[in-house]
């Protein structure tokens, strides 16, 4: 009766297999070993630029439906391993492969390590199973580590989107720049979706691919490309990774659109966006977004010249509209709409109690995550340890029926974990971030008049959007009239303390955040 021998070789990089050593080495090892114990070489199976975390890998698998086919012949078959390395990287992962093995009667063997059915050549190849664990999971740890750490620096370490490309540089070593055509295609896209002339995802995404064809593009840009086109941050020269808590910041690269740009294509892409013309004005800010409440059409305004000189007016634009040719003094029309938010401008004492409250909800939030976390940890904990209790199980017992029994508890238990980790609570903010957001929007609540003066059109269009629910309607003659508030605005001033026309304390105090808080939890 032959010795079968079947020669299994893996290495984990695409250098390696370029390279060509890690493969060949090991094979070599692999036969010499064979020819020095009488075995017959039958097969040799690969696995290149695969982890040996992974246990499903193709290679091993054709090597186990190798094994399965030839069960039953009566010769002895070997599975020559170079290195425990080579074999798995993971202990659950080595006795797992190593049963499987074992169950299709073979035999593993190393050209390095000689394996003994002995509880102390158990607890050596345990040893050596878990050092491999910890040296593949400390390499881990090294690279992202050098990945983290080239964040930090301003450097994207990750595959890079079509727009962008990576280029050696004497001082950067790698660092993105534009790829072209795709970068002048999406800064002209990008541009024109954030001033509303391409008006949705899907007219980005033709208006990319008609583009595609000039430049004799073949490959087409999907639905979900375009998407991510439009959020794709490093367009801005730009970058964050809220996976390993990277806020945003200045990337070394050079952007190819701005980062306000970028921010107000967000807020299109939120459903936030109010029109914006490309022939917005500062000498008229309300123009592309007041619209006439006798024709539903959005008004305009320009200088008329007159006798002394030129006269800054609001009128409907629709020529139709009974109104069409009456004109409203820059000056009133402006003067209406400030009066408009001083009225509907919650008190300053609600505001800063609403704040108060929503802090509170905030940190209760975070006290039961943290306990939720807590929990949850210790669950994680205790399934892990289950899982180490069966995965030692599996290599000491040599009956089918168990390790199959065994096997399935594994499973059942890894599925417990996946569950378990998805169900730990993620804060995307911190105490800091959390701040400075909750301290800007209410400092806009408080003071929407000042802020609606700024010189930055981003400024007007965040009060416009923080106010009001709908869009603002004007008529000849009431006015703007009463408008539909924003539902945080409508919140806080139906607050009881409103009716009493200002915040008392005590009991008024208690009464006014068991409102808000009721609305903010829900």
């Avoid at 020095?36 to 982890?51: N, R």
């Avoid at 950067?172 to 002048?184: D, N, T």
Wanted: charged share 30%.
């Amino acid at each position: 009766m032959k010795t079968r021998a079947y020669i299994y070789c893996r290495v984990s990089s695409q250098r390696q297999v370029d390279e060509g050593h890690g493969l060949q080495g090991q094979e070599k090892r692999c036969r010499d070993y064979a020819r020095a114990q009488g075995y017959t070489v039958v097969k040799v199976f690969k696995d290149e630029a695969v982890s040996g975390g992974i246990i499903d890998r193709e290679g091993m698998q054709t090597l186990l439906d190798e094994l399965e086919h030839h069960k039953n012949v009566p010769d002895e078959s070997i599975v020559l391993i170079d290195d425990i390395k080579r074999f798995a990287r993971d202990i659950q992962g080595h006795f797992t492969l190593k049963t499987a093995i074992y169950t299709r009667n073979a035999r593993l063997e190393s050209s390095s390590h000689r394996f003994e059915d002995t509880p102390e050549g158990k607890f050596v190849e345990t040893v050596l199973a878990g050092a491999a664990e910890l040296e593949r999971n400390q390499n881990k740890r090294q690279v992202v580590n050098r990945m983290k750490a080239r964040l930090e620096n301003g450097y994207w370490p990750f595959c890079m989107p079509l727009g962008l490309i990576n280029k050696k540089d004497p001082i950067h070593g790698k660092i993105l720049v534009s790829r072209e055509p795709y970068a002048a295609i999406y800064k002209e896209g990008i541009k024109k979706f954030c001033d509303g002339v391409i008006p949705t995802i899907d007219d980005f995404q033709t208006f990319c691919n008609e583009k595609y064809k000039e430049h004799g593009i073949v490959h087409r840009m999907s639905h979900s490309t375009a998407t991510a086109t439009l959020k794709e941050i490093l367009y801005t020269g730009w970058l964050e990774y809220s996976k390993w808590s990277i806020p945003r910041i200045k990337a070394k690269h050079e952007g190819f659109i701005s980062i306000e740009t970028y921010g107000a294509v967000q807020e299109r892409l939120l459903g936030r966006a109010k029109p914006h013309r490309k022939d917005y004005s500062l000498d008229f800010p309300l123009r592309p977004l007041v619209f006439c409440d006798t024709c539903g059409v959005p008004m305009t305004g320009s200088y008329h010249t007159g006798r002394s000189g030129k006269y800054a007016h609001y009128f409907c634009r629709n020529r139709k509209c009974q109104f069409g040719n009456k004109n409203i003094p820059k000056d009133t029309f402006e003067k209406q709409f400030k009066e408009l938010l001083s009225q509907v401008k919650p008190v300053d004492e609600l505001v800063d109690l609403t704040k108060d409250v929503l802090l509170e909800v905030w940190n209760n939030r975070l006290e039961i995550n943290s306990l939720q976390k807590t929990n949850t940890e210790n669950e994680l904990k205790k399934v892990n340890n289950e899982i180490d209790r069966y995965v030692e199980r599996v290599g000491k017992t040599k009956d089918e029926i168990l390790v199959a029994v065994y096997e399935a508890k594994i499973k059942k238990l890894e599925k417990k974990k996946e569950e378990l980790e998805k169900q730990l609570p993620r804060n995307p903010y911190t105490d800091q971030s959390f701040g400075t957001a909750l301290e800007k929007v209410f400092g806009a609540i408080k003071n929407p008049v000042s802020i609606w003066q700024s010189d930055d059109y981003n400024d007007k269009r965040t009060i416009l959007f923080m106010y009001f629910e709908d869009q603002l309607r004007y008529n000849y003659e009431t006015g703007f009239g009463t408008a539909t508030l924003a539902y945080p605005i409508e919140l806080i001033n139906k607050n009881p303390a409103v009716k009493r026309g200002s915040v008392e304390m005590s009991s008024s105090e208690l009464e006014s955040k068991n409102f808000a808080k009721k609305h903010l939890q829900a």
